[in-house]
């Protein structure tokens, strides 16, 4: 693959971050219910790794996964349809923010129990391996997450058959509202995987290329056989943990500080004079994107509500 | 100091609030331990202040619900009074050897040598938007565990004085709040005594029909025998409270008055814990009933995230007079 | 090849396993997973041979119910139709997070979007000198997960046909086999047609009152009503088999024969799935009820290791008739 | 504490030995019924730990408990009693071979559930640390149940609170009848405790002396506020998993030779003749013991099946 340019980059993120943005608007507006778990600030890590994504890898997420159903390609119009609980074609208004899935694009889904995705896609992993088409499963989970027995279980379960695993932990320092470092006796993060007998490396979640280059290293394992990989991505939020939290709990200055670090601060910084113009054009096509889609979501019908209690079983 | 000084307004959440802090310092063994429930507060408030004012006894733990709810069975073996918050019902999930392998066999099998007077508190129902995995009503799992009490306030005076009491109790309990009522308000006596585990409370009288219901649905049963009584139908409300014990006697004595017993839940029917009250009602008033026990609650699904989905799944006040209508018109095919 | 040709006189827990080996000749994407699954052939004989037949199809796992059953699901959701052992009922427990927050809500949330044709195998009750976190009976908690079928087989021939059915079956299905029943012997007919899921079968007819039980409590059952009728009370015995979905069909037409029902099993009574049953009955048929329903189960105990104390409080042949004649004779007080 | 004469750790194991095989024809004579995990060979490891802990420290093990029962010094004639489903003064009957408790020991029990006492351990740690004497909580697993996700959640539990919790896991090599080294991609097991932050060690389980020395060490770390550690003590059954497992999956010679490896076996090689006659008479008193336990265990009487379902709560 060519290395995208940067307002490829710019784009895929910012595209993230206003819908991210516009969702918090129209939970605003009433036309979203419920609380949300926005990525603002992380999005470089979902853009990233699922560039080494291919159409028949399995993609796994946590609650925090609008950026990797954007980064994996599921339709903006339909993801907001979803969110507004309108009859999208992803989950037709049931799955709503923190538990959407899209089965035609690979993407396992969201979960929104701490932890719980890890057993799933070391499955989606068994299953790749053996399909014998060298496809992978690739997980996100949290830095709280990483402590859930679930997770623990599956590690070893992924190390032990060597499954084509990648896990990719963004470490975002604080697991809800509790700083991560409180809650471990280790740094990094990373450090639990040796545990495990899964190789593993740190870096940094903010910058796209860095990210990109960690998993393809993890994938190329996976993919020849060579088993999981943990890879712990640093970033930090630039929201709230969930749409309503006041954050009081982070010290002052902390977020100002990680919006100097923060993915499109660095690309807009990189960029300078040359290709500022360039991104400012960026800015209004995914603008324009954002808003088109969401005017498309709009036009879903609401779910039908007689349906509501059908599809429990196949049969 | 008269009782009406001691009585307040506040909301459902700060009762659990002031619960807690009652227990931090009537037992100075007790501990309260859970994620965010120290510095942060508490992910809904309940612990607000509690780190502050009494320090490490507060304890944040790292989200891994088996290891604390495990943490806690140990310390209270080794004498402690713990109170664990698990955030949402779903999550006791992820613990579930804790709480049904563990905890309710350990004062029984040691034949007494052990005692475990914990208290577990989480929180339950759906609230627009919520998805599947946050909006389950699982009250009927642990009334079929034999060994821990299960108990579930509708109003905040509940929710101080029903804490207090599994909490006073040296038995494993568990309350089970309504995140829907957290925001609502009501009067609450601070200084009351104890009361007794297990009782149920008549909340208004009935001739026609009584209606069982606990937690959220209370309010919609009251809401429903309003609707009823404007067409000449007298219903009684009984909240249960608790579903472990159940206070037999208070629904006995109604239902000899109306002979006609309506059950309503949030849970989905199908072995809710409505099924027990209903065979319970079969086995032992059978002769008092004049026709067939009636069970309102969700048909059987997931819980879907869109609201317009989710409200066509709920009992409300509204399907549960209908219901009321139909078993005082049920007859003979 | 005539009926009769292939029918085998043989064990339960052997009937399990030909059940297993049917499943991986008849779907290339079957997998069984479990702990000691492979090569030493299954902790109770269930996979015997398999893993000699068909190689890495069968896997052994680390012991971390969660991780496999976990695996399996997404094994599933991506093709594959998994078979998992859960060795106890009661380890279920650790992994209750995937069964109940995660398995059942995939097909319903994904719209269609995913199907999990998932089978879990595990076996329950209690055999002398099991202890309390080896002995559970927990069918009531599963039958109130909607989005799985649960099913008890009582018998060879059952363990054989149901454990097809749910495999064959696109939906996730939990089988809940009897450990005490594993060396039980029956005729066992293996080219039969797949029997669809949630039959329950009439096995003795009756006129004075109908029994309905499940899992090992059926010969209990049977037994009872053989006792019965030396005492001239004709008792009709179902199978009820699945718990989920449940043939009330087969329980309405003996029921309005017999105007009297009795459940049994071996699980705790409060909120056991003989509640469900019997508010069923109140609520759909109270009109053919000649008196109470009356449930059989265990008196909300631990279980305790001790094979005396374990007799003391386990339903059987005995309590079962003894209930039923109190049944016969109940009158209004 | 003195080092303890060889005839008094010849004295230590071979009672728990004893025990075991005298647990076995008990069973086979129908006087215990249901299955039993005896720990034949494993016995140096509870002998050397429970050296350790003082009167006000507590314990935790696995059905695989009844060494560690023995060498925390509950009396044999009532544990014989609890295990042929008499009214023993531990239980009453209600615990049996795998779940029984010592309340007046500080024996919180075995635990039937792979790896569920070290979440209860943890919290007795916690006690202990809260109650400020300086008091430990120790807890023994099998190699296989370091993989349950409730054991990754409460060492990381331990680690991040620096409880004095000590893990010995009793590394047999089997989990039930599957090779653990089959199960991990780590080798030695302790590995996984760095994974945690928690300092470990492998040491042979097979003697008293190194296993004492290893369990020192941590009970002093832990007693001095240094947080958790886990012992790693490679030992061999000599007999099946449970009583009735045929061993077929275990390779020809494998049992021979952990024979000549086992702690009976050794001690009576290192004493030579010097000492052998006075093992002979250690021999002849353990027996006498054991007798006089089991026809005392016999006295005790049945439980009373009127009080079975008493005592599901206190109030
Ligand atoms: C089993 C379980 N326990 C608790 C929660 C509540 N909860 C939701 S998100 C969260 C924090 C997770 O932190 P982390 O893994 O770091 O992910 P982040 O939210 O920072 O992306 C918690 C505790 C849950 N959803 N599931
Ligand atoms: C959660 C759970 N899963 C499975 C079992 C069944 N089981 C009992 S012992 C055992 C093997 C444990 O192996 P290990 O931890 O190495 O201990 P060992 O038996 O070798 O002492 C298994 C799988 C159980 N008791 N609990
Ligand atoms: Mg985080
Ligand atoms: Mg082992």
Redo the contacts with the bound molecule.
Sequence with gaps: MDAPSLPETYRAILTIRRFEERLLSLHQEGLIQGSM?L?NG?EAIPVGACRELRADDALTA???GHGWAIARGLPLPDLFAELMGRASPLCGGRGGSAYLCGAPYGFLGEN?????GVPIAAGAALAARRDGAGAVSLVS??????N?GAVGEALNFAAALALPLVVVV???I???MTP?KEMVAIDPLAQRAAGFGIPSVTVDGNDTAVVQAAVAEAVARARSGGGPTLVEAMTE?LVG??TGDAQQYRPAGEVEAAKTREPLTRLRAAAGQELGAELAVVDEEVEATIESAVQEAMGYPRPDPAGAALGVYVD | MSTNAVTEEITYIRAVNEGLRWALREYPKALILG??VALPNG?FGATRGLHGEFGDRVIDTP?T?SAFVGAAIGAAMRGYRPIVE???M??TQ?AMDQLVNQLPNIHYVSNGGFRVPLTIRTQQGRTPGSCA??SQSLEAVFAHVPGIRVGLPANPQDAYDMLRSAIASDDPALIIESRALYASRGPVELERPLAPIGRAQLRRPGEDVTIVSWSRMVGEAEAAAQRLEAEGISAAVIDLRWVSPVDHDTIAASLERTGRLVIAHEANRTAGFGAELAAWATEERFWDLDGPVARVGAPDIRMPAAATLQEALLPSAESIAETVRATLNAAPA
Tied chains: 1, 4.
Excluded: K, W
Aim: hydrophobic share 30%; glycine share 8%; aromatic share 12%.
């Design positions: 778990h990525c992380q946590t609650y925090r929104s129990i701490v932890g719980a989970i949290g830095d709280g997450a990483l859930q963004e470490n975002n604080y697991s809800e991560i939020r943990h969930y | 994620e965010d992910p989200i619900e698990i955030m949402f779903d999550f992820v995995q946050h």
